[in-house]
């Protein structure tokens, strides 16, 4: 397995030995912070153009092609024409509400985070309930996505919030359990327990027959609660036009978008966790999505 | 890093939303007319409010669903230990299971999965 | 000839139409007043009148004349029913309840020509705006703004 | 302008009903319609079309229109098919002064109208998927849907409203790679009508979605005047091509298309089989254009005589029908257009009641409306 270990003990060994704990850990906590904003900010433009990319190979064009070589930047550019755009908040929106909402998506994206074991010695907590904590906190982005929809004033916000808890109460069963054969299969946890017992060969190629099952179930049953397509219901372009985000635009509009996306990336990376033990998972994330 | 990192990631978090939006306020001219306020509803003014009370059949499901949740939180822990405990751990989980399952029928007989 | 049994049936059923054939196909003249019981006919009738395919009306300037276009997805019989009204007070039954596409035909005519319909189940506008005055598609309706004239 | 304030005091009585706009402004009326629906949770209680967006009274407008001019304004009713609509308006101008037309202008007129249905279904097919959540069948279907558009841009200069009919036979001769321009057409779509189906067809997502949706009983379809694609999905035998054969249509071959469900997918299939049968009668008439005048010879003005005159055509949506009253002037004394979408659409409600949202979407795609011809 892929190990950054010595590098991240070389610089917890440092820090501590040059400055005050409580100095230490805090400079630990603002290189987490830098490194996970980053992260977000990197993936979110690279994977959105990814999407689009094959996406756009599947129904015959081209895709953006025009800002920067092949259309790099275009998720760039439209970030920017977000942050551009003006922020409005329904006059008869409740207010408070409906600004925390992307807050409330955007912490629970980055809570996620915390357990991912993106290499060996390289996680931000490697929790002894991992596993737990995961389908804990991933259940609490739909508070997010029900206060927006309620806050809006808006019977398609409010119908598409409904939807999305609805989803959620559908599909995170079936998640949740199928979660369960791999738990059993390692007798951890621990989502790095998890990782080190598939280092030599995945869970899915071991011949468990129930393992392919329950990654049948876990790929449906999390897009689902991502609420992507064919489970896009929350937002039914076509029926709700846009959903739980359908009064949100400007920046908070894009912070929705990448709750998401930092949601699904997270979804395919414990998928990696569970079922696969590589990197290949971005990738395959990309496929996911279409 | 131990749950200290949590707070790091919401702040984290908040950071990067706020930041956001705050360069958007910072860089956004604003205008304000009354037709801009008003809730999209395909362009009419909404009619009845949306603020109403919901069909009490959601709160059916949602609380069938706790259950079943709840259920599920239950069986990570044996998860865990089974392998070890053997036959005796997957007789346990299969009565608890069982009983689970009756309530499920009963609710199902009574209807609590009917939208009506 | 089917005309002529169509004739025949309709003579026994409604002694006052009157018949006119010079057109493409039977055209019957009836009042007003008996349309409805008359269409029930038809449409219950051995013929089986269940297709009412156009509804319109024409202003004549000095009388309204309500046109049916009656034709039957079994025998391929085509029948033209008219009903003259009175310009001033147009007023006729509805056959929405025979045939149901009239619900929305019936509709178009009563804001375009001013025709009432009684027991029309929901006689409001369906394509003015509810403010509109005047009834367009009649000959003395004059809009200097919107109206092309040649 | 009232204030939302005022409005949601005004109906605090409703408690536990939810009346959403779906229109003018959304994405799946495909136009200006407005539909004001009552909702029980999702289920819809009451569906109330308001139309008029884009009313212009064409009817009123061809009254002072010569018979000449007036064929042209109908290219803007159902403009998906405004070469069937321009035909029908011709046909009563024909029957009524008795005009015989060329053999070869009868080929033409019907070579042109099966691809303007194709096209049309191509746009309906692109356009019911993404209703249905799918964006990728719109691109598909569009490839093939812009050769036809090219094609008619070769032959009569315009893509969408075409005016290539005048009374009495066509406005120009045809372009010369017409021919093979079609049989290119023809080679492609034969082989990528294939791929449509095993995009959707046979997607068990659009399956379960449009599988006994808006279901439209045989009687009930035959009472709201549903007549196309929607009534034959519901097995009522309305193909006017076949029942009242107009230009050369009695001398191909080819199927009506019926199927017996009356749901989304009876409707959907409809579609798609009419697309092959289309490409048949084309393949059909394609080398057998006879030689000849494109054009009967006419007067510069019409005038038909004196009476009421009734034809119709089968366009993309159903039957189109022309009622013209004659007062033997210049110009038609009163104009009828019975068009397919206003009894199609006088269906939905019926067919949408007691469903779901979602499903009133796939019944409405399926229905395949088209405003301005509602409106007209």
Known sequence: MFSLESITNSIQNWLYNTFQPWFALTLECVIVIALVTGLFAVLGLVLVLMERKV??????????????????????????????????????????????????????????????????????????????????????????????????????????????????????????????????????????????????????????IPVIISFVIFLIAVTAETNRAPFDLAEAESELTAGFHTEYSGMQFALFFFGRIYQHIYCVCHRRHFIFRRMDAIAYWALGRI | MGAISLIALIIAAVLFSAGGILLGKILVKKSYNPQKGQAYECGIPTQTSPWQQFHVGYYLFALLFLIFDVELVFMYPWAVVVKKTGMVALFEILVFIFILFMGFLYAHKKGALKWS | MANEEIKEYISSIQPTATFDETGEWLNILTEPSSWKSFAKELRHSKFDFDYL????????????????????????????????????????????????????????????????????PDLRKLILTDDFEGYPLRKDFEDPINMIKL | ????????????????????????????????????ITLDGETIKKIEPHLGYIHRSIEKMCESLSYRQFIYVTSRMDYLSSHI??????????????????????????????????????LWLGAMAMDLGAFTPFFYAFREREMITEIMEDTCGARLTMNYIVPGGLMYDLHPDFQQKVK?????????????????????????????????????????????????????????????????????????????????????????????????????????IPEGDFQAKTKAVLKPPKGEFYTRVETARGEFGVYIVSEGGTTPYRIKFRSPGFSNLSALEH??????????????????????????
């Open chain 4, 85 to 122: 609509n321009n035909l029908g308006c011709a046909h009563n101008v024909e029957k009524s002064m008795q005009i015989e037309v060329p053999q070869r202008a009868k080929v033409i007129r019907v070579l042109m109208s099966e691809l303007t249905r194709i096209a049309s279904h191509e």
């Open chain 4, 1 to 36: 302008m009232y204030s939302q304030t005022e409005i949601i005091k005004d109906t605090s009585d409703t408690e536990g009903e939810l009346v959403i706009n779906v229109g003018p402004q959304h994405p799946a009326t495909h136009g200006v319609l407005h539909l004001v």
């Open chain 4, 184 to 288: 290119a057409f023809v080679k492609q779509f034969k082989h990528k009508v294939t791929e449509y189906e095993d995009l959707v067809t046979n997607n068990v997502i659009f399956q379960n979605r449009m599988k006994g949706v808006g279901v439209l009983s045989k009687e009930d379809a035959i009472s709201y005047g549903c007549t196309g694609p929607v009534g034959r999905g519901s097995g009522v035998h309305c193909d006017i091509r076949k029942i009242f054969p107009y230009e050369v249509y009695d001398t191909v071959e080819f199927d009506e298309v019926l199927e017996t469900a009356g749901d989304s997918f009876a409707r959907y299939m409809v579609r798609v089989r009419e697309m092959n049968q289309s490409i048949r009668i084309i393949e059909q008439l394609i080398d057998n």
């Open chain 3, 53 to 120: 395919f156009c509804l319109t009306c024409i202003d004549w300037k000095t009388h309204l004349t309500m046109v049916y276009h009656l034709s039957s997805t079994t025998y391929r019989n085509t029948i033209v029913v008219k009903a003259n009204l009175d310009r001033a007070s147009p007023e006729i039954e509805t056959v929405s309840d025979i045939w149901r596409t009239a619900e929305f035909h019936e509709r178009e005519v009563f804001e375009l020509f001013g025709v009432v319909f009684i027991n029309h």
């Open chain 1, 55 to 208: 996406a756009a190979h599947i129904q015959i064009r081209l895709g953006p092609n025009r800002v920067g070589p092949g259309g790099m930047f275009q998720t760039v550019a439209d970030t920017l024409k977000l942050l551009m755009k003006e922020g409005l908040t329904p006059d008869l929106a409740d207010k408070f509400l409906f600004n925390l909402a992307p807050f409330i998506v955007m912490i629970v994206a980055m809570l996620l985070l915390a357990p991912i074991a993106f290499a060996k010695g390289f996680q931000v907590w490697d929790i002894n309930i991992g596993v737990l904590y995961v389908s804990a906190i991933s259940s609490l982005s739909v508070i997010g996505i029900l206060m927006a929809g309620w806050a809006s004033n808006n019977k398609y916000s409010l119908l598409g919030a409904m939807r999305s808890g609805a989803q959620i109460v559908s599909y995170e069963l079936s998640a949740g359990l199928s979660v369960l054969t791999i738990v059993i299969l390692t007798g951890s946890l621990q989502l790095s327990d998890i990782i080190a017992s598939q280092e030599n060969g995945w869970w899915l190629f071991k011949g468990h």
């Open chain 4, 351 to 376: 067919m949408a009641k007691g469903s779901k949202i979602g499903d009133l979407m796939a019944t409405m795609g399926t229905l395949d409306l088209v405003i301005p011809d509602i409106d007209r």
